[in-house]
């Protein structure tokens, strides 16, 4: 085998697994945060014991989240040391910058938090919820300037064969960011609202449960934060492809299954995609839809995948530079389907108290159980998305990913490692994902004890 | 001083922070089986390092990204060069992490065990690694025109390296011991200060062989010009004092000799290294300098911005949660936060 596949099969699952925990970290950090304000600002105890409650399953997930997230910044010297050397200039940056703002603020907050209780005072400690909170979404925030850099290069020249960074400021101010960024973001107030209404649900279907105003109120906060998420996250997700059809053409392209450039452009709905002869064998389409969702307007170009092929022989050289179109096209649908549902779902949720037969559906409320696992779905498929359809190029125009793998490192080498990474981090994910499922189907502390 | 000299500079502080500050860590985790005889103790234990041990981890994280943003072609030589004492390392560094959260999440004696050895062998692991690798960079090793080392994992597991991870694994024990002996509640620091006594002895015979070898095995201590000879005769000097007061039972000066060990210890290998920072043995042109290894002037100068403004408010808060959780932890099964 090739240590070049190996290493991007490691890279694939290591960054799955990690983003299996980022985006609630993101999320219910903030949903803490504010429990623990309402608790600070009105003494009501009840936001006491919610806060502990959530904070518990937060902490679960935070620890998991911040192991695989070494192993991430480790592979990019041990695995792929090309693109280190190639792109360290500007990468390395915004990866010190993280680790000095974000990574030192949440975990120095976080073991303030924990133990903090009974030594700071309450407001104080409110400050440690939310340095913690905002450490959280800095880190997003700093990985997503490097991330954006990957998909879209600003600020550079290529000096001596690598890349060297000419403008900070563009970096960090990358037309790419703001929505990446803010998809990211915004993602994670779902995750949140959808972990803390599944569970919300869990106990609210209970026939001995005592604590139903507490988890009638969770699940209030939980369905804005849902709604809000999954709204946010889809205008935000339309306005970056919009953006990504005059930056990325060759990714809308994959992500559409569109062979040949049209005017209007159709919305393929499914596809039966042959990328042997680059075509399309079947599918169904919306008419004019793609022009629709690109420009807001029924006619305008869209450039097909064979055409864009021909353009990136005439400016890179001779080699492919299709990416995988069957993987990226089903995960832009398994995304969106996950987004729209999950907007649906919300939308109920929040309605639900004026709605007579939605409130006392137990139907809807099982549902939400279930509904848990749409955030993961939709996350997961977003990345295989945006790093998929980034194929042949690590950095977008500068560097392919072959070029960028650690010349040094063996296949055997990295089988033993992704062999190991997958079974180690995937049983780390399975037990954190089982403590939080016991944390948050047990009962909450009662306030005196949870002082 | 150019640029490049301060981020050497840089690097170095954010490593002897990481030793000083993961030392202990690493040492009270090799300890927790040892000193703490039963569930209340082991978690009194955990809990003298609760609050920081993610914040001092953080230190690592930090030196890592450091590296990358100034020296990229270090980066991408040592960790691509160290790829399996990584892996072994991450393993370890990955369990550790998970364990403090999860041990307490369930009441089970087994599940507990489970944790805590998973936080010894967490612990002693990377504390070993580091040791190894530290070693090698003092040796040096194989690296090509290509600054590619394919050696492969036996040749780093060379005596010499092996009795530098004993080394580094001795003195964090000790530093353990005595940070133990002033954070943890009287039964378990009395024996932690017994322990430390003991380990010292240990950590002093293996650090006489190792300095004597690393005369006669690397340059770091006879380099012309600058080298590190004065920091080593510093850390000696701390290493006896440090005993000393191990004997008479001066915890709180104990605790402080010994982190001066590690910051004089740190500052000998790099202090040694300069102006390389990754030595080749095959032609020591083909070394890894500060000039031959760094990034662009511009994006040396846009860091020492971010990290003159950013390092000393880490300090600072840092500083202040050493102070909040100043106050030893007591073995009352009530006010333990599991």
Redesign the interface.
Known sequence: MDPLILSRWQFAITTIYHFFLVPLTLGLSILVAIFESRYVATGDEAYLRLTKFWGRIF??N???G???G??Q??H????W??Y??F???????P???????A???E??????W????D??PKKVHLAAAWLVAIGSNISALWILIANSFMQNPVGYAI?NGRA???S?LALITNPNLPYQFFHVFAAGLCTAGFMVLGFSAWHLLRKQETDIELFRKAFRWAAVFALVGALAVGLVGDAHGKFLGKTQPMKIAAAEALWSTQDPADFVLVASIDEENAENKFEVTIPSALSFLLYNRFTGPVEGLNDLQEDAVQMYGPGNYIPPVTISFWSFRIMVGAGLLMLLLALLALIKPRIKFLDRSRLFMKLLLPAMVLPYIASTFGWILTESARQPWIVYGLQKVQDAV?????AG?VL??LI??TI??GG?IG??GW?MF??GTSQPQPARTAE | MSLNTVWFILVTILFIGFFFLEGFDYGVGILLPILGKNDVERRTII?AI??????N??WM??A???L???F??V???????F??A??LM??A???R??S???RG??PDKSWRSLWDWAIFTGSLLPALLWGVAVANLMRGFAIDQ?????G?LLPLLNPYALLGGLVFVALFTMHGANFLARKVSNSIAERAKKLAFSVWIAATALTVVFVVWTFFATDILTKPGLNGLIPAILAALALLTNGWLIRSGKSGWAFITGSLVIVFATLMVFVGLYPRILISTLEPSWSLTIVNAA??P??LK??SI??AI??PI?LI??GW?YW??RKRVESNPEKL?Y
């Open positions: 902490l679960i935070f620890a998991a911040v192991v695989t070494i192993v910044e480790f990019f010297g041990m695995n040391s090309g280190a050397r792109m360290g200039d500007i990468f390395g940056a990866l010190a910058i993280e680790a000095l703002l990574f030192y603020l975990s120095t907050f976080i073991g303030l924990v133990f903090g209780w030594k700071l000096e060297v960074m000419t900070f650690s010349p040094n490192v063996t080498t033993f490692s190991l990474f180690l981090l780390l037990v954190t403590l016991k944390s | 809990n609760g609050p920081v041990w993610d914040g981890e953080v994280v930090t890592g990204g450091a990358f943003a100034s990229p072609n980066y991408a030589t040592l960790f691509s060069g790829y399996l990584l892996v991450l393993v560094l990955i369990t992490g998970v403090f959260e999860f999440k369930r290509q600054m590619n080392y394919y492969g990034s662009s511009y994006t846009v860091m971010v990290a950013f390092v880490v808060y840092q949660t909040v959780f936060t």
